[in-house]
C-alpha cells in the first residue's frame, strides 16, 4: 500500500499585485457561481471555468470551497 502524502497550496508570492488580482479573479467567479449555484452546488471546476483560470491555478490560491 502507498500512501500520498499532499502539502497544503501556498498563495503565490504577494510581491507583485499579479498574484493578488489573481485571487481576486478567482473570487469574482466563485461569487457568480455561489450565486447561480449555491454553496452546495458549486463544483471547484466550475468556479475555475468562471474565473478563466485552470483548476490547478484556482487550487493553488484556495485549497477547496470553503476557503472561498
Excluded at 469574482?28 to 478563466?52: C, L, N, T, W, Y
Excluded at 485552470?54 to 487550487?59: A, C, E, H, I, V
Aim: charged share 15%; with cysteine; aromatic share 8%.
Amino acid at each position: 500500500m502507498s500512501v500520498l502524502l499532499t502539502q497544503p497550496a501556498t498563495p503565490p508570492s504577494p510581491c507583485t499585485g499579479e498574484s493578488e488580482a489573481k485571487r481576486q479573479q478567482i473570487l469574482a467567479g466563485a461569487k457568480v457561481v455561489f450565486a447561480d449555484h449555491g454553496f452546495e452546488g458549486a463544483s471547484m471546476s466550475a468556479i475555475a471555468r468562471q474565473a478563466g483560470v485552470s483548476k490547478g491555478t484556482l487550487y493553488n490560491y484556495f485549497t477547496n470551497k470553503a476557503d472561498l
